[in-house]
């Protein structure tokens, strides 16, 4: 079925009329006999989580098949019909046979080193030098991403610290490239980021350690950044958990401190930022809203913060929508989805590959 849709576009607020296939992508010329779904209204692609993990149950674990289907539509009745997952324990490909749920772009699994990560997720890696091969596998396994825990707790100095050296990180990203794959890296602390820059990562998650010397580097680089916000806002929690470890305690209190005043300083300098919840874990599904909002209070604009997780995300991660001959992914809003996140996390209508899967009856 045919339809068509009136409204107002982001960012530029201007008037649109869209016209969707019966083959669910957006026509390039005016359908006949195509159905109105929506005669006014905010229409926006469809969300974007740039880090979320399908596979990871609230609380901690692998999810069971049940569970990513619950995880999935809870992402897509958010109005989120693209997710990154950064790191799966548990293979998810069943899903994209379901065209009511949302795409997943994968990063296969988190690669890390024996005890400096969260127990069950990552593939550990027992001798760095295993480093480029298992990047290579899990490039080949995800949808040109690869993720590395670049820093995690370590007993021995009672803090954070790098996994790896700069001389594997080298040659791991390059062979990651090699393999037509992006690489991101989870990073909380400061002294991992400068030799994962020098080696030419495409993305940092989290970045709470961020000085100006790394953000000129990313800036320069073009290195983009997903901050977690929802997520970062765990770390007094971590803190008071790891009373053995003082120094690190405080560390992330500090991080935790200063993290608006990192990521305004990640934008001003030109940093891509895009909106990741790191849902899964210790952070529910569908908080997307909450992201884009935490994303504001840092010091991005309002156009900006949803852009981070609507247009501006489903280009970079190569989805662009709303265009002649792209899947007809959308949500619409029967009030401005920039004025809050009451809004935002309730679209009046959603869209996926040119179905209606969602639509309130403030939607006419």
Not at 234 to 254: C, G, K, L, Q, W
Request: with cysteine; hydrophobic share 45%.
């Amino acid at each position: 079925m045919a339809f068509t849709l009136r409204g107002r576009s982001l960012p530029d607020g201007e008037p649109i009329e869209l016209w969707i296939d019966d083959d669910g992508t957006f026509a390039a010329e005016p359908i006949p006999g195509a159905e109105l779904l929506a005669a006014d209204g905010w229409i926006l692609p469809g969300l974007v989580d740039a880090h979320c993990h399908v596979g990871i149950r609230f609380g901690g674990g692998a999810e069971d098949a049940d569970g990513l289907v619950a995880q999935a539509v809870t992402e897509r009745d958010a109005g989120v019909l693209l997710l990154r997952d950064a790191g799966s324990p548990v293979d998810t490909r069943h899903l994209d046979e379901r065209a009511d749920l949302p795409r997943i772009v994968r990063a296969g699994r988190h690669i890390a080193a024996p005890k400096r990560y969260i127990r069950g997720l990552p593939v550990d890696l027992e001798d760095e030098s295993q480093l480029p091969d298992e990047v290579v596998r899990q490039a080949r396994a995800g949808d040109g991403w690869v993720k590395l825990v670049g820093d995690w707790i370590d007993r021995d100095t009672g803090d954070l610290a790098p996994l790896w050296s700069d001389e594997i990180l080298v040659e791991a990203i390059a062979a990651a490239h090699r393999e037509g794959a992006r690489v991101t890296a989870h990073v909380f602390g400061e002294d991992a980021l400068p030799g994962l820059l020098a080696a030419g990562i495409d993305c940092v998650e989290h970045g709470t350690g961020l000085t100006d010397d790394t953000i000129a580097a990313m800036a320069a680089q073009g290195t983009a950044l997903v901050p977690t916000l929802v997520n970062i806002d765990n770390f007094p929690e971590i803190a008071d958990s790891a009373t053995r470890f003082p120094v690190y305690a405080a560390h992330m209190r500090d991080l935790h401190a200063r993290v608006a005043d990192t990521v305004a300083a990640a934008r001003d300098a030109g940093i891509p930022i895009y909106a990741g919840t790191d849902a899964g874990g210790s952070v529910r599904h569908g908080r997307i809203a909450d992201e884009v909002a935490a994303l504001g209070k840092a010091g991005l604009t309002p156009t900006e913060a949803l852009g981070a997780a609507s247009w501006a995300a489903r280009t970079w991660l190569g989805y662009p929508s709303l265009q002649p001959g792209t899947s007809a992914d959308l949500t619409v809003y029967a009030q401005d989805p920039r004025s809050g996140p009451d809004v935002l996390a309730r679209p009046d209508l959603v869209m996926l590959r040119g179905a209606v899967v969602t639509r309130r009856a403030t939607c006419a």
